[in-house]
């Protein structure tokens, strides 16, 4: 892990961007979040670095913002750093940021993937978009019944659980998740 | 003698582990291991097979301390709710819950809806 030693690899110089959001019209937690990054780390994936990147910003955010979106952020950030290490790609770093901007808050992860897990992560912010208790419902079931693949609970309860609104954006093969909230 | 409090307890960094009473076990802490199975799977699977041994009518998991869990650590709580429903002489698997700890509200009421035959939420705080 690095903090602000390096910058995150170029984007392509013709890129596609595709935007993915579970918040509807009406959610005062969705739109682009651009602002102030309060925190950058960069690892890589495959490594061990989730237990102490999640520590740290766990206790940064508990530190800098108001407890329950604090609370609500560490799990964010848990599960989207959980995602990037299990399924980016080892030839580029994973990128987490703490990012505040005047009303939103949140944490964004990038890392480059693979097309198939690129799709698989759209459907589901999808299916999340569409209903994300009913989702956190199915995926749970899956749980019990040791569905394959392999259940996908960790956006449910970025969803669900914590009500964080999930941003994908998806450039090249460069993906973005981000999830955020009201300051 | 109660083989339920004869388990061994795995002692772990960040979760808090104690056999309370003959028929509970209290957790606190967070549990953020990538794969908590390792440590977790295997106590919780000597717990349940102690609770049918002893005939146990009830087991109460006190996680009302748990402040933070990652998903593989739900999982392993549908796990042993899961053994509890296969068995054929059942025991009630009562979580202790804290209100203020937002995953255990949402986790558990999940839980409760695909298992209620043999689950059962208690909160407290």
């Avoid at chain 2, 003959?22 to 609770?51: E, M, R, W």
Wanted: proline share 3%; charged share 20%.
């Amino acid at each position: 892990m690095a903090l602000f030693e390096r910058n995150p690899p170029p984007s392509s110089s013709s890129p596609t961007t595709t935007t993915t959001s579970t918040a509807n019209a009406k959610s005062r937690d969705g739109g682009a979040l651009n602002g102030r990054t309060m925190v950058r780390v960069i690892c890589t994936a495959g490594s061990g670095a989730l237990e102490y990147t999640h520590a740290f910003i766990s206790a940064y955010a508990a530190d800098h913002l108001r407890g329950a979106v604090a609370q609500r952020l560490s799990v964010g950030a848990y599960e989207l750093l959980s995602n990037a290490l299990n399924f980016g790609s080892v030839s580029s770093d994973i990128v987490l940021e703490l990012i505040e901007a005047d009303t939103l808050v949140g944490v964004r992860v990038s890392n480059e993937a693979i097309q198939a897990r690129i799709s698989m992560l759209s459907e589901h912010l999808l299916r999340l978009r569409s209903n994300a208790e009913q989702t956190f419902l199915e995926e749970l079931r899956r749980s019990v019944t040791g569905g394959i693949p392999r259940p996908m609970l960790g956006l449910a309860r970025v969803c669900h659980e914590v009500g964080l609104a999930l941003e994908l954006q998806v450039q090249d093969r460069r993906v973005s998740v981000t999830a955020q909230c009201r300051r | 003698m109660s083989q339920f409090t004869a388990v061994k307890v795995p002692k772990l960094e960040t979760v808090a582990i104690q056999l309370t009473d003959p028929n509970q076990v209290k957790l606190s802490g967070t549990i953020t291991q990538k794969d908590p199975s390792n440590d977790l799977a295997g106590f919780f699977k000597a717990l349940h097979a102690a609770a049918i041994a002893d005939k146990l009518t009830e087991v109460r998991a006190d996680v009302s301390g748990l402040t933070f869990v990652n998903s593989s650590a739900i999982r392993l709580f549908v796990d042993w709710a899961t053994w509890v429903k296969n068995e054929r002489e059942r025991y009630t698997l009562r979580f202790i819950t804290s209100r203020n700890v937002t995953w255990q509200k949402t986790s558990f009421t999940a839980l409760m809806s695909l298992m209620k035959e043999v689950l059962a939420i208690e909160q407290v705080t």
